[in-house]
């Protein structure tokens, strides 16, 4: 087992969301990334942040909330998906 805990690869598993939907859309506004490879890459690190929150302690709204309060991030649920508001 990793001596990094799971609440810190969450977050830097959302840092690396953030960090996707923030420079993706000037890659593809300026035609170094087409918008289904932006989308495919963020869809699969949603997707590792999505285990790794099961992995913590299971899944669901309120959990979600929770672990999103306690990472001190800027977050706004709507639709089961993450947006930033930072």
Known sequence: MSEISLFKQIRCVERE???RRKVYPKRVAVGSM?????????AVMQAVKDTLV????GSG???????NQQL???IQVENNKNHWSL
């Not at 087409?34 to 963020?42: F, H, L, M, S």
């Not at 099961?54 to 302690?57: A, V």
């Open 61 to 67: 709204q309120a959990r979600t909330d929770a672990l």
């Open 54 to 57: 099961e992995l913590y302690g």
């Open 72 to 74: 001190g991030l800027g």
């Open 34 to 42: 087409t918008q289904e490879d932006a989308n495919k890459e963020i």
């Open 17 to 19: 969301l953030w960090f």
